[in-house]
Nanobody
Framework: QVQLVESGGGLVQAGGSLRLSCAVS????????MGWSRQAPGKEREFVAA????????YYADSVKGRFIISRDNAKNTVYLQMNSLKPADPAVYYC???????????????????WGQGTQVTVSS
């Protein structure tokens, strides 16, 4: 059974940083694209970052470009989201996801991801 477990969320002051981690268990996803999305109360889910299987290609939503960095450690079956210069607009539940197709291209469309974690809450105080 595939399981994705996010960690690293919490409360941070505006301008601060957090690093989210997502550990995948149940099978190896070292050759699969992975990504992060977020959802704030009353707002639609937004896909914020994605990374291809090798880590060479990445995608960022305009809202986080230049502030967030997605990376992965295939040996640990883990994907990370380094969030810098956090803003009051960033609080949300952050979810990681993985695509089932091996060597597939990264995607910024949530419906192209097959497995999702339960999410980790990020709160930013002003």
């Amino acid at each position: 059974q595939v399981q994705l477990v996010e960690s690293g969320g919490g409360l941070v002051q505006a301008g601060g940083s957090l690093r989210l981690s997502c550990a995948v268990s149940g099978r190896t996803f070292s050759v699969h694209a992975m990504g992060w999305s977020r959802q704030a109360p009353g707002k639609e889910r937004e896909f914020v970052a994605a990374i291809n299987w090798s880590g060479r290609d990445t995608y960022y939503a305009d809202s986080v470009k230049g502030r967030f960095i997605i990376s992965r450690d295939n040996a640990k079956n883990t994907v990370y989201l380094q969030m810098n210069s956090l803003k009051p607009a960033d609080p949300a539940v952050y979810y990681c996801a993985v695509r089932k197709v091996p060597f597939g291209q990264l995607s910024w469309k949530a419906d192209e991801y097959d497995y999702w974690g339960q999410g980790t809450q990020v709160t930013v105080s002003s």
